[in-house]
């Protein structure tokens, strides 16, 4: 598997010598950031310059091809201002996921505030029960369900900060947290995750049933 503290290394030197002093921050998301990482796992690298323009975009696309395991290299580029002024409930998620290597993200989660929680759980249920209807109906799809369960998670880990005031990074501490119902949900996903078959029916009425429920719970 990749040592991932040495290729970050190798990452923000590459990142510092074709942008110089414009980088603002680096971070690391997903399944290295939260050091649950596989051999096929994503390396999810966040980079905020002080701008963004549509040239700094080619620059940094061919800053990655010429890195080690460019394919398995993902993640989020941005300027500062955009990130500063971003839909303060996706920042929420975008915040507490990420983890730092180079600079802070307290300015950014400053923004996020009680109000910001609550649109994330409300706005994430109401695309969850969109998207699992969609598929029940038409596109019938293990991996959109998968995707789905995915989403839920990360509903969940808002459900919990909203009640508790603790941002809870690995699913499985969530169990211990969390009502029967998000548990459900949670359990489902590390299922998933783990590779056991889908259930298609009862696992989608299951996310059907969870996500009606938070639709209808008030701010």
């Known amino acids: 598997m ?12 590459v990142l510092n010598e074709t942008f110089n002093d414009r980088v603002w921050f680096v971070g690391l998301q997903g399944s290295y950031g939260r050091g649950e990482a596989t051999e096929t796992s994503d390396i999810d690298v966040v980079v905020i310059l002080d701008e963004l ?17 460019r394919d398995l290299i993902c993640g989020f580029l941005s300027g500062k201002r955009e990130i500063l ?9 975008f915040c507490n996921d ?5 600079g802070s993200l307290a ?8 109000s910001a929680v609550n649109r994330a759980i409300k706005i994430g249920v109401c695309n969850i029960f969109h998207g699992c209807v969609h598929n ?17 998670s990360f509903v969940v880990q808002a459900i919990a900060f909203k009640q508790t005031g ?11 947290v969390v009502s029967s119902d998000e548990r459900a949900i949670v359990e489902i996903f590390i299922d998933l995750k783990n590779g056991k ?17 938070w639709i209808a719970e008030p701010n």
């Open 98 to 102: 990420t983890s730092p290597i180079k």
């Open 107 to 114: 300015e950014m989660l400053a923004i996020v505030d009680k």
């Open 166 to 176: 603790n941002y809870i990074q690995h699913q499985k501490e969530l169990l211990h």
């Open 136 to 152: 029940m109906l038409y596109e019938k799809n293990e991996d959109i369900l998968r995707g789905l369960y995915k989403s839920a």
């Open 2 to 13: 990749i040592n991932i503290t040495a290729w970050m290394e190798n990452f923000l030197q």
């Open 85 to 93: 002024n971003w839909e303060p409930s996706d920042l929420f998620q």
């Open 53 to 69: 323009s549509a040239m700094d975009i080619q620059t940094y696309n061919g800053m990655l091809d010429t890195l080690p395991r």
């Open 197 to 213: 078959p889908v259930e298609f029916d009862r696992m989608s009425e299951t996310l059907f049933a969870w996500s009606k429920k």
